[in-house]
Nanobody, 121 residues
């Protein structure tokens, strides 16, 4: 399984970004997908997860109303649209397949290289 995240960058508070994650090596449409992040000195935390065919979604409280997760099974890609970004959103963002959507948990395996999001004025 190969996971490639992209779309991060350095932005100002209130700006927007859209992250993309392309996954190969598995039947993408059969896997729930999730976005996670790790801030310096902290553990990975689930940001948003989406079920197969977009059947269900999860957002952590701090991003509700600002972030939107979506998937394009034809492109083996999951997206995270992030609006009204805040300094506390600064982290390396990772995506992962095979998540537990209800609690947005990645049960195992390794992380990809991630994409850095820095929100700073």
């Amino acid at each position: 399984v190969h996971v490639v995240e992209s779309g991060g960058g350095r932005v100002q508070p209130g700006d927007s970004l859209r992250l993309s994650c392309v996954v190969t090596g598995l039947d993408f449409n059969e896997y729930a997908m999730g976005w996670f992040r790790q801030a310096p000195g902290k553990e990975h935390e689930g940001v948003s997860c989406i079920g197969t065919s977009g059947s269900s979604t999860y957002y952590r409280d701090s991003v509700k109303g600002r972030f939107t997760i979506s998937r394009d099974d034809a492109k083996n890609t999951v997206y995270l649209s992030m609006n009204s970004l805040k300094a506390e959103d600064t982290a390396v963002y990772y995506c992962a397949p095979g998540v537990v959507v209800d609690i947005c948990h990645f049960p195992g395996g390794s992380w990809g290289q991630g994409t850095q999001v820095t929100v700073s004025s």
